[in-house]
């Protein structure tokens, strides 16, 4: 049986919101976090491939924190101009991508 369109949104939507939550407390000396959605874990970077086709408006208090992650400039232009799911996915991406290159620069080789 497949869910309704109804639920599997409501399902990503609450994983995307997790996802942010998880990025939020990240530090940069532990793997990229997972949350669950459908039933496993997966990285939050999955998530917002996932999430990038809902046109939903974010929630403010998920907005207020993508803003308080992201740096001034085109980054903040991008989000404001897309304050969806879709736009906050992209830019959760983006956050995360420079978390892993910080990171990357940070540890010895």
């Not at 409501?10 to 990229?32: I, S």
Request: proline share 7%; with cysteine.
């Amino acid at each position: 049986m497949v869910d309704p369109p109804e639920t599997h949104s409501l399902e990503l939507r609450m994983a995307f919101h997790n996802a942010v939550l998880r990025f939020r407390d990240w530090t940069a000396d532990v793997a990229e976090p997972r949350v669950k959605l459908r039933g496993r874990f997966c990285p939050i970077s999955e998530v917002c491939q996932k999430v990038d086709t809902l046109a939903d408006p974010l929630p403010e208090r998920i907005l207020s924190i993508l803003y308080k992650e992201s740096q001034p400039g085109a980054d903040i232009v991008a989000l404001k101009m897309d304050e969806t799911y879709r736009g906050g996915a992209r830019q959760l991406s983006g956050l995360i991508e420079n978390r892993k290159r910080q990171r990357q620069r940070e540890s010895p080789t």
